[in-house]
C-alpha cells in the first residue's frame, strides 16, 4: 500500500477546478509522482479522448511519467493499457469502462517541438519541468486543449529564476492552483536523509536556498555563463565538417549520477587548405543515469550493449578511446568487462595555468572553448542535451570562487572531453 504525505494527498484529491496546477519546489520532494496520480484521476473522469505528456526530451517524458520509477501510468492502469502507435505518434493507450484514451509522449525543448502537436486536439497536458520546455511548445499546448470539454493541465519544475519567462507567460497568465514543494513534503525520505541534505545544501547559499527552501534565486557566479543553447546546440554537424575522430568521455559514481558522452572531433574546410585549420569539438549524444539505484554492472551494460551501438550506427564511426573519470574505478570495470577497453579520463589534477591549477584550468579551457566556437552539442533524440543545459545554468562557484561540487556530471564529462581535444590538436593554452 503506498503512504502518500499530506501534500501529496492534498494534490491527488484536490477538484479541478483551476485551468492549471502549478508544482514549483525543491528536486525530491514528491511532486511528480503525486501529479502522476493526479493526472491518471483526471484520465478516468475526462471526457476527452487524447492527451499529452511532454518534457525537454521525448525519452524524459516517458520516462518520468509512464514509467516513474514504477509508478508512472504504465503500472497505475496496468493490465487495461499498452503502448500503441498511430499517425499522431506513440502513445499509451488506456481502455476505461466509458471509452479509450490516449496519451502522447513528445519533447518540448526544441524550437520546432510544437510541430509535432500541429493539428492535434488534446483534453489535458502534463509539462515535465516547463521552465526548459521551449516556449512556443509551451503555448501551443495550451492552444491545442481551447476545444477540450475537460479542460485541464499540470506542470512541475524545480524553482527557477526569478525572471524565468515561464512565470510571467504562463503562472501569471493562466487560472493556476500554485503549490509550493520542498524535501519535507516526500514521505520516502527518512528524517536522517532529511539531515543529510540540508547539511550539503547549506555548503552553497545558492543550492540552500533553491534545493532545500526551494525559492527561486539567480545562481551568483555560473560558471559557464557563456553558453547559450540556442547557439551551441546543433540539430546535425555541419556538411563542410571533417571528422578525425570519435571517442568517448565519462563521468560517474557509486552513488553520483553518470554521464557518458559521445564525441566527434575534427575541422571545418578543405583537407589540404593551406592556413590553420578551425577545430570543432562535437558532443553526439549522452547517457545519463541519475541516481544510485542502478548496478555498475547493469550501467556498462547499457552504456555498452545500446548506448555505444547506436552511436557507432548513427554517425559511421567507432571510439578511438573512452576515457572515464579515474576515480570511478568500478564503471571503468564493469565496461572492461564487456569487451571495451577505458583509459582514466585526463581530470586536470596536474595542469597549472598561471594562477590557476588543477580543476579551474580545465574550466577555463572549457569556457573558451565555448565562447571561441568549438565547442557544441548535437541533438538527438534517444541521447539529448537536457542533462547539460539543466547542468549549465546552475554550476557555479562559491562565494570563495571555488567550484561548487554539484550540477557537474555533465560538466565534468564535457571537461574530460575537452581536455582531450584541446591537448590533442594543439589548441592548449587558447
Not at 537536457?386 to 567550484?403: D, I, Q, S
Request: with cysteine.
Amino acid at each position: 500500500m503506498i503512504e502518500w504525505g499530506a501534500k501529496q494527498r492534498d494534490l491527488i484529491m484536490a477538484p479541478f477546478d483551476h485551468v492549471l496546477d502549478w508544482n514549483e519546489g525543491t528536486p525530491r520532494s514528491g511532486k511528480t509522482t503525486a501529479g502522476t496520480m493526479r493526472f491518471a484521476r483526471h484520465l478516468i473522469r475526462s471526457r476527452d479522448a487524447n492527451h499529452l505528456v511532454t518534457a525537454y526530451s521525448a525519452e524524459q517524458a516517458y520516462r518520468l511519467i509512464m514509467e516513474g520509477d514504477g509508478m508512472g501510468l504504465l503500472h497505475i492502469f496496468a493490465g487495461s493499457c499498452r503502448v500503441s502507435h498511430d499517425d499522431s505518434g506513440a502513445h499509451l493507450l488506456v481502455k476505461l469502462p466509458d471509452g479509450e484514451r490516449k496519451v502522447y509522449w513528445k519533447g518540448g525543448g526544441k524550437a520546432d517541438s510544437h510541430k509535432a502537436i500541429t493539428g492535434m486536439s488534446l483534453g489535458s497536458v502534463y509539462f515535465c519541468e516547463i521552465n526548459l520546455l521551449h516556449e512556443t511548445m509551451v503555448q501551443e499546448c495550451l492552444r491545442r486543449t481551447y476545444a477540450a470539454r475537460d479542460r485541464w493541465h499540470i506542470a512541475d519544475l524545480n524553482p527557477p529564476a526569478p525572471a524565468d519567462p515561464c512565470i510571467k507567460n504562463v503562472l501569471q497568465v493562466q487560472d493556476c492552483r500554485f503549490l509550493h514543494w520542498t524535501c519535507q513534503d516526500n514521505p520516502v525520505l527518512t528524517p536522517q536523509r532529511l539531515h543529510e541534505i540540508e547539511t550539503a545544501c547549506r555548503k552553497s547559499p545558492f543550492l540552500y536556498k533553491r534545493d532545500w527552501l526551494g525559492e527561486r534565486t539567480i545562481p551568483e557566479g555560473v560558471i559557464y555563463w557563456m553558453f547559450d543553447p540556442g547557439k551551441h546546440i546543433v540539430d546535425r554537424i555541419p556538411d563542410e565538417f571533417n571528422a578525425v575522430e570519435a571517442f568517448v568521455a565519462g563521468d560517474g559514481g557509486t552513488t553520483d549520477a553518470t554521464s557518458i558522452g559521445f564525441y566527434i572531433a575534427g575541422y571545418l574546410g578543405e583537407r589540404y587548405a593551406p592556413g590553420p585549420k578551425e577545430y570543432r569539438l562535437y558532443r553526439c549524444g549522452n547517457w545519463r543515469y541519475d541516481g544510485g539505484q542502478m548496478a555498475m554492472s547493469d550501467q556498462a551494460r547499457q552504456i555498452v550493449g545500446d548506448f555505444l551501438p547506436y552511436m557507432r550506427q548513427k554517425f559511421r564511426m567507432r571510439e578511438n578511446a573512452v576515457y572515464i573519470d579515474p576515480a570511478c574505478k568500478a564503471l571503468r570495470l564493469e565496461i572492461e568487462k564487456l569487451g571495451v577497453m577505458t583509459n582514466g579520463a585526463d581530470n586536470n589534477g596536474h595542469d597549472v595555468r598561471g594562477a590557476s591549477k588543477g580543476l579551474k584550468v580545465g574550466i577555463e579551457m572549457l569556457q573558451s572553448g565555448i565562447s571561441d566556437g568549438r565547442f557544441y552539442l548535437v541533438e538527438d533524440e534517444r541521447f539529448g542535451t537536457e542533462a547539460f543545459v539543466k547542468e549549465a545554468g546552475l554550476y557555479c562557484v562559491n562565494e570563495r570562487g571555488e567550484p561548487v561540487d554539484a550540477y557537474n556530471h555533465s560538466m565534468d564529462e564535457a571537461r574530460y572531453a575537452y581536455n582531450h581535444f584541446a591537448k590533442a590538436y594543439g589548441l592548449w593554452g587558447l
